[in-house]
């Protein structure tokens, strides 16, 4: 009998070659959408930080997608990078990577998380919507931007905010 395949995410270095292959299959994928490079100005020492991380879902010994978590400052941190493989998608992969940067995030202390991504990626919007993020105004380098969307998601649970704003 065949052992079903097995996804899972894995913190990794953003230079192992992996993460090399998988943010090159992403800006060619964002430079094909908006015209330019598609890195979005992204280094990987940029989330190879204290209170950073590069995460790569697998699937059996196959790296499948990625993402990572950049410091933005005290108590946000950002999500970058994410991406996964065409063939894989709509199976959950994006959804668990996220729920793993997400972990780290409140792991480091953080106690909100932003993104940016594109008005041509509607299935990243549809992801972040569904997964808590609130729309918010364009930050730092995208302010202004008429390609971009950007999101927050507060890492707070709710029962922790509702102890401090009581119901009356």
Not at 98 to 127: I, K, M
Not at 158 to 168: E, G, K, R, V
């Amino acid at each position: 009998m065949n052992k079903a395949p097995s996804l899972y995410v894995t913190i990794e270095t953003p230079y192992c070659d992996a993460a090399t292959i998988l943010i090159n299959h992403l800006s060619a994928e964002l430079g094909s959408l908006y015209g330019d490079d598609g890195t979005g100005a992204f280094a990987p020492s940029d989330v190879d930080v204290p209170g950073g991380a590069f995460v790569i879902a697998w699937l059996d010994s196959q790296p499948v997608g990625c993402g990572a978590l950049r410091p933005m400052e005290p108590g946000i941190a950002e999500i970058k990078r994410m991406f996964v493989e065409p063939t894989m998608r709509r199976q959950g992969v994006a959804r668990q990577m996220l729920q793993t940067l997400e972990e780290l995030a409140r792991a480091y202390g953080y106690s909100a998380l932003r993104l940016e991504t594109g008005v041509r990626q509607p299935e990243a919007t549809t992801l972040y919507e569904s997964t808590g993020f609130q729309r918010i105004p364009c930050y730092g380098r995208y302010a202004g931007q008429l390609l971009s969307v950007c999101y927050e998601k507060s890492l707070v649970s709710s029962m922790a905010s509702n102890l401090h704003h009581p119901t009356i």
